[in-house]
């Protein structure tokens, strides 16, 4: 079975500065996808990143980067020029099928709060 | 991309009651996703809904507790029955559009409190 490991239940940053977030995954799959989805206090999930494992090129999005370290499972989450909106919960998740048609499985998650 | 809503966006229930949750998609998918997540907690998956056959529950999770209905591709059900202060938590739904967009997408969620 897949698990996923966020070992930062919180962290906190100073507006316009840098945070990375810790992520790691087990699996013995070797093709896979792995995702950082944020939510807000409104509860709704939204898809910040994606990365396949396929790709060795770390996949960015704006102010939003991954490092993805295959061999190590690590999969981290870098977030530049911090602004407030960016306050939320981080949840780290992992998944096997190529169609999406299985579910996500999910890391516990790190509270991140951007401080004025 | 799929827009996904759901009902009621939130709820208060007495306990021993049963509460259904409706989960609507504006394209039709394959596969239907339950999550719950508990206050302060993760998303666990409940169950896999497809539409024609029997939902897949996950371990932990049981039919007769977690009913859920499939009956087109657009639409799902999840029944909490006979409700305790435990089962307060936000329920959520996703759906995985397929080969050729791997990502999924969640709905708003449904905050359900058991008094």
């Known amino acids: 079975a897949q698990t996923v490991t966020q070992s930062q239940p919180e962290m906190s940053v100073q507006e316009a500065e840098t945070v990375t977030l810790s992520c790691t995954y087990d699996t013995s799959e070797n093709n896979y996808y792995l995702f950082w989805y944020k939510q807000p206090p409104s509860r709704q999930m939204i898809l910040v990143i994606r990365q396949e494992a396929y790709k060795q090129q770390n996949a960015t999005e704006n102010r939003f980067s991954v490092n993805f370290q295959k061999a190590a499972k690590s999969f981290s989450l870098k977030i530049s020029d911090s602004q407030l909106g960016d306050t939320a919960m981080y949840f780290c998740a992992f998944m096997t099928s190529y169609s999406g048609n299985t579910p996500l499985v999910f890391g516990k998650g790190t509270r991140l709060s951007v401080i004025a | 991309s799929a827009v996904i809503s759901q009902k009621p966006s939130r709820d208060i229930c007495q306990r021993g009651t049963s509460l259904t949750i409706q989960c609507q998609v504006d394209?039709?998918?394959?596969?239907m996703f339950w999550y719950r997540q508990q206050p302060g907690q993760s998303l666990t998956l409940i169950a896999t809904?497809?539409?024609?056959?029997?939902?897949?529950?996950e371990s932990g999770f049981v039919i007769d507790k977690f009913p859920i209905s499939r009956p087109n591709l657009t639409f799902s059900t999840l029944t909490v029955s006979n409700m305790s202060p435990e089962d307060s938590s936000i329920y959520l739904c996703s759906v995985g559009p397929g080969l050729a967009d791997y990502e999924q997408y969640f709905g708003p969620g449904t905050r359900l409190t058991v008094t």
């Open positions: 809904a497809n539409q024609g056959s029997e939902a897949t529950y």
């Open positions: 394209s039709q998918v394959t596969m």
